[in-house]
């Protein structure tokens, strides 16, 4: 009996889906799911929403999902004290994700040299937010640059 209902548990655990994305506002998405045995790892159910998200995006926009940030709790099983009463219950593992479905528009490539000093720490502070990538913000510093 105990067998059945472990076996029941992992299939259900296993099939479960995460939810559609939740629109988190300036075009980025946050998806996030757990795992409901102790069996779980959260770097799987990041990959796991990856693969959403790219998926999402793909009917969404017909373009690549870009991850903003992840984050996630590994599996902790549960707790007996001495006398055989549950202590702590266990918890399965989490992961959450943030993407966006394409890169933001530039808004630098028709700034005058004389803006240079205004749009470089605009830049930095989108940076800094993580509205932006590091990759993202060089890509930008040296359009502003080299006009």
Do not use: H, W
């Not at 296993?14 to 069996?39: R, S, V, W």
């Not at 159910?45 to 969404?60: G, P, R, S, T, Y």
């Not at 509205?131 to 060089?138: F, H, L, W």
Request: charged share 20%.
């Amino acid at each position: 009996m105990r067998a059945a209902a472990i076996l029941l548990l992992l299939a259900v655990s296993a099939g479960a889906q995460a939810k559609e994305p939740t629109a988190m506002g300036q075009g980025q998405y946050m998806l996030t799911d757990q795992n409901f045995t102790i069996f779980g790892s959260a770097d799987k159910i990041v990959a796991k929403l990856a693969k959403q998200a790219q998926e999402f995006c793909q009917e969404k926009t017909g373009q690549e999902a870009y991850l903003l940030g992840s984050d996630g709790a590994e599996a902790v099983p549960g707790q007996i004290n001495n006398s055989g009463k549950l202590q702590r219950p266990a918890q399965g593992a989490t992961g959450t994700i943030y993407f966006r479905c394409n890169q933001p528009e530039s808004k630098t490539a028709s700034v005058e040299k004389s803006d240079i000093y205004t749009e470089l720490p605009k830049l930095k502070a989108l940076l800094d937010s993580g509205a932006i990538t590091q990759e993202e913000y060089d890509a930008q510093k040296q359009k502003l640059l080299t006009q």
